[in-house]
Structures are given as C-alpha cells and as structure tokens.
C-alpha cells in the first residue's frame, strides 16, 4: 500500500516538483493479489508533452516544424480545445515517455522495498519493472477506432493498397513503416514474378534467357531498395519522424553495473566496463555462434544423406510413392530449420542480455547480427552446398521450391493462426472470470483491460523484417535457377499482410508507438544479400554448360571473364545507389530549409541574449 500511495502521488504531482503531471485512477478489484490503475493526461497536459518531446507537426503552409505550444494556431488540422490534434500512437508515446522519466529524487530505495534500491535520477519506472514489483505497462485499445481501421485493413478481402495513414495514426510509425514496406516489397516482386513465368517454362541451362534474368534480378535488387529510400522519406517526413531530433538514450532496462557518474548528463547511473563486455563478446558470443554454426553445418549433412537414401530409394521402387518420397527429407529439413532458427533466437537474446550493453540500440544491433548470420547459414548453406558442390540444379530447384513453401506455411501458422486459436479460447475463460467478479466498476472496460492483459506482448519487428529478409534472399539468390520463387514469394506476402493485421488488431497487446524515421538496421542487411546475390548469380552464370563450352580449353579464362563480369554488376549496383539519391529533391530542400531556420532562430535568439546582457551591464553602470 505504501509503494501504491508513494507511485500515485508521484504520477500526478506537477512536473515542478519531480512529477508527471498525469492523472491517474486505480480500478477497483475483488481481490489483493493484484492492482489495476489507468494513466492518461489532460488535453492541455499532451500538448505540453508533445512540445518536450518535439513532435512534428504540419503548419498551416505547408512546412513541417517541431510543435509549439504557443504557436499552436499556426499549425494545421488545429482546433480550439485541440482534442483530436495529436494522433492516439502520438498520445501514448508522450505518456509513456513522461513515465519513464519520473526520476528518483531523495528516495534510497522504493517505499516498502528496502531492497529496490533507488538514487537520484533514476527512472523510477524502469526500477519498478526490474524489480518485479510492476508486472506490465501497456495502452489500451481503442475499440471504436480499432473497428474502423480493421474494416479498412483486413475485413473486407479486395485488392487495394493498405490503410498506411490510418495505421501509422494507430500504431505509430514504427509499424507503419513496417506494413508500408511489407506492401511495397510485395509490388516490386510482381515483374521478377511475371518474368519469371514464361521463363520457368525453358530449361535454365538456357545460356540467352539465364543471362537476361540473372542481370534484371541483380539490377532489380538493387533499385527497389533505392527507390525504398526515397519512399520512406516521403512517408516519414509526412509523419514528422525524419524531422524529429533524436532523444538521448537512457540505458536499457536490463542493463547493471557499478553505481558512477555519467560524464555526459552528470547523472548517476550504472557503469560498466566496455572491455569487460568486449571480453565476454569475444571469449564467449564468438564461440558460441561458431558452435552454432557448425551444428547447423552438421544437421546439413545429415539432410544430404536424406537425400541420398530417398533418391536411392525411389530408383529401386519407381512408384509414385517413392517419387513422393524424394520431396520428403526436403520437408523434414524445413521444419527442422524454423525450429532451430526459433531456439537460436532464444539463446542469441539471453547471450546479448549477458553481454551488459548500455543502449537499446547497441543490444538490438549485436542481436541482429548474431540472428542474421546463423540465419542465413542455417537457411542457405545447403542450397549453396548444392549448387557449388554438388552441382546439382535439379537438386538445387526442389530443395529450393520445397524450402520456400514450407517455411512460408510453418510461419503463417505459427506466428498468426495458432496464435488467434489460442487467444479465441483465453477470451472465452477470461469472459466468465470477470461476469463472476463483484465489483463496482463499468463491466465492459474492466473486461477489455483483463482481456488484453493475458494477451501476448508484441516484441517488435524483428521477426517480421527477418522473414522478408529470407525471402529476399531466396529470390535474388537463386530465383534464376527457379523463376517461380517470386511467385510463391508475392503469394507470402499478400497473406502475410492479412496475418500481420489478424494478429496485431486482434492477438497481441497494442505496442507503444516509437518514432522512426527509416528500417534501421535492416536496410544494411538487405544492400549485403543484394552484394551476395551479385557473387552468387555470377557463379552459377560460370557454371551453365554454354558458357563452360566457350571456355573448355581454359578455366583460367572462364574464372577471369566470370570474376571481371562480377565486377562489372558490382560497380553498376553501386553506380545505381550513388545516382539515385535517397531523398528526392523537394524533400531534401524542405529539410536544408528547416536547417536554416532553425540555425537563423538560434543566432537571433543569442542576438537577443546578449543585448540582454548588455543593458544589464548598462544599467549596473548607471548605477554605480
């Protein structure tokens, strides 16, 4: 109870006095094992709130500038109270971020927790969090809006562009740049798939057709991802988010150390030593992900041998059974493949965690990589095996179809379908749970907070991105060998735009919303396989017998001529990144224009300042 009054007190008191300055109301249960308050702010409090945080905001002309409370007649969209000014993702970000930043003042430890130690400046939250005693921190669901925008989203089953707007105005932009290149991607597969349909109809020992697909593919890789650039920063500065200056980082909940000084901030915190963290990474992350490795490379082997039995098999029997039976180790190895990539995932997050990074974005790049590199030995690893091998293309073709398929089904069921079963039943249970309770409260809002309670929490894009990165790196590696990857690929995507809805409309809590201005870290990972696919597309060109037919009396030659092609595709691809510039213009002026006045507002303010300071001097003199 002490701890309750101590937090409450706390939320609502005025920012002055080392409060939030939010309002706060608990909702009274049955029973004491756990308690349930409700956080929002006043109109007037949000607004404030968003000028802390510098959101931007349309004018009235056009131009988009940090808010201002006091100018906030110039903005568009503004109306007298200001009540619908701010999107709900834009709200909520303000509310939670005002959370975070309730700071410990005087406090030792947390009221009746002498063991949760506190001391001055440290996010009273986010000790809370880790010390177990606030269980979970989330937004409520709009069901009146939520409604609409699935409507608009997923109910109706027609071909149409998403609700992007109505998606990033829900959810926040993270989210909406997701589903924004979820959906793009899809479209850019479309002429790789209506190329590929005629072309998968000729043998690709074809030395003309496969030279004609193998260059569109590395050119294609190439210019989606530009022209994604320029996309995303016309989304994202409609949005404000590629305006938005960054926030300082504050370490990561988990993050622990000895108690010392920040020299930037001057605030205490904890402090841990980057050598010791580089020792863990080296002496234990690197070996471990080099075990990992090589058990994928293992598991590898024992597919071949699979693979092996059953073509040994099916030239013994030559029924429709054993022809059947070819396509099976293919199966087992997919399925084996999504478990181990789920267990490696596991582990990589609990090595990340070990490692003691200060920031957020330290732990999710060291993640990305450790992820990414198993990922992509794991997933394609034995379809280079076979390809440079074994040489195998009819070998490479099922293996490559079988994979593709059967990963795609296995997501669509794990991440959605399973999922939404599971949460159908828990609604049912948690229903007559809450009709049993005797309380005095409105039955339909305490029924949706323990509703959405119970429900899973949504860790992010990561799994999201990583998926379209497989299937990126399926389709421009080795799509020449089978065109109908992109097929197969576009037919993913539109189900995975219905899935990803389902589940985030209906499945997961609603995420906090967090601005951004691009993909991060992942539009490094897809440039990379577009380099791979170039290496990769131009080996197999060496490899087709007609051009091993030109140069039968000299493989120094066909080495050379192969290498010196690669060479040339890898300068084109960079030729196209450096001529296509990754912001169109009118945006690039509007933002050299922002710069500039905002450098003129600051030196007229230090102007100002110090003829401020000058008078002053003045008047003392005077005096005197």
Sequence with gaps: ?????????????????GGSQLLIKPLVISNDEEFIYIV??????????AEAVGLVK???????????????????????????????????????????????????????????????????????????????????????????????WYLRIKLAFQPIDQIQHYFGDTLGLYFAFLEYFTMALIPMALIGIPYYFFAWEDYDKYVIFATFNLVWSTVILEVWKRLSSVMTYRWGSLIMKRQFEEPRPGFHGVLGINPVTGRKEPIYSSFKRQ??????????VCVCLYLASYVMMIYFDLEHWALAYHQEQQSTFSSLILYV??????????????????????????????????????????????????CFSSLFYIAFVMCDMKLLRQSLATLLITSQILNQFVEALLPYWLQKRSSRKIKKKVKSLNVDTDYTLLEQIHLEKDMDTYLGTFDDYLELFLLFGYVSLFSCVYPLAAIFAVLNNLTEMYSDALKMCRVYKRPFSQPSANIGVWMLAFETMGIIAVVTNCTLLGMSSQVSGIFEDSKRDLILTVAAIEHALLALKFILAFVIPDKPYDIQVKLDRLEFESLEALKKNQQMKLSSESLTDDDDAMDS
């Design 1 to 17: 109870e002490e701890t309750r009054e101590w937090l409450v007190k706390k939320i609502m008191d005025k920012k002055k006095d």
């Design 40 to 49: 929002g702010g006043s109109a007037k409090r949000l607004l404030l709130g």
């Design 58 to 152: 349309e004018c009235i002309d056009g131009s988009m500038k940090p808010f201002i409370y006091n100018n906030r007649k110039e903005y568009k969209d503004w109306t007298e109270d200001g009540d619908d000014f701010l999107s709900m993702a834009e709200c909520q970000y303000i509310i939670k971020y005002e959370l975070d930043n309730l700071r410990a003042q005087d406090e030792k430890n947390i009221p009746g927790y002498p063991n949760s130690k506190l001391y001055p400046g440290k996010s009273i939250f986010r000790r809370l969090q880790t010390s177990g005693i606030m269980i979970q921190v989330f937004p409520l669901h709009d069901k009146e809006e939520l409604k609409r925008l699935r409507h608009q």
């Design 279 to 288: 020792l863990r990474i080296y002496l234990v992350s690197v070996p471990f």
């Design 329 to 378: 180790p293919s199966i087992i190895y997919a399925v084996v493949i999504e478990i181990m990539n789920r267990i490696y995932k596991i582990a990589a997050e609990l090595l990340t965690s070990w490692e003691n990074h200060r920031l957020e974005s330290s732990y999710q790049n060291h993640l990305v990589l450790k992820v990414l590199v198993f990922n992509i030995v794991n």
